[in-house]
């Protein structure tokens, strides 16, 4: 069973801050997926990162696979409210279980 | 993007009944669903592996019987709290995995059960 570490596991911030989660295990994926889950709703998938070094922008939030496919981390520039929720990352082929997963909250 | 749904949102029901939620991918086919459950300010527990016409595997300390999975096709998987209790009450969610392509994970947006 691989096991998939987050941290931090909480982080609250002020809008407009930068932060950095990251994801790392001791195994080797062939890809890795990143969520966000807000309150009463199921998780929804951000990117799914493939290669080695890989480097996958969505606005603001900016996404790196490590070059030995075994860890990501997730870099978000001028926090707002909106992303507050829970980060989840999850490598395939994998069994799904989560970790605690990051809890950010970012305050106006 | 790939979609997954599950029915009812949301469900209230007396103690001793039982309540079936539905998990079905809309748009792929899913030959392996997950469920999970979570309580508040925690993360995502899995309880099940459930693959398509075979039985589910269960996480350790999930009880089989009491948690009846069945996944009859590719698009459907269902779970059913048997005799469900107040301390079952919790946020249930699936997710399918898309076969295809990069083996995705897709989730449901959940189902609340609550349990008087």
């Known amino acids: 069973t691989q096991l998939l570490e987050q941290s931090p596991q909480f982080l609250s911030i002020q809008e407009g801050e930068n932060l950095t989660v990251y994801c790392n295990s001791s195994s080797v994926f062939s890809s890795l997926q990143w969520y966000r889950q807000e309150p009463g709703e199921g998780p929804v998938l951000l990117v799914t990162v493939v290669t080695g070094g890989e480097v996958k922008k969505l606005k603001r939030l900016t996404f790196q696979f490590g070059d030995a496919r075994k860890d990501s981390s997730l870099h978000i520039t001028a926090a707002q409210p909106g992303d507050t929720g829970l980060y989840l990352c999850?490598?395939?082929?994998?069994?799904?279980?989560f970790g605690a997963g990051t809890r950010l909250t970012v305050k106006p | 993007g790939a979609v997954v749904s599950q029915h009812p949102s949301w469900v209230i029901c007396k103690s001793g009944t039982s309540v079936k939620i539905e998990c079905r991918s809309l748009?792929?086919?899913?030959?392996?669903m997950f469920w999970y459950r979570q309580f508040p300010k925690q993360s995502l527990m899995l309880m099940a592996t459930s693959n398509e016409g075979s039985k589910a595997t269960y996480e350790q300390g999930v009880e089989k019987d009491k948690f009846l999975i069945n996944h009859a096709s590719l698009t459907l998987s269902t779970l059913t709290v048997t005799s469900a209790h107040p301390e079952d009450s919790s946020f249930y969610i699936c997710?399918?995995?898309?076969?295809?392509?990069?083996?995705?994970?897709?989730f449901g947006p959940g189902t609340r059960l609550t349990v008087l």
């Open positions: 748009d792929f086919q899913a030959t392996t």
């Open positions: 997710s399918a995995r898309d076969s295809g392509g990069l083996n995705e994970q897709f």
């Open positions: 999850a490598g395939s082929p994998g069994d799904m279980r």
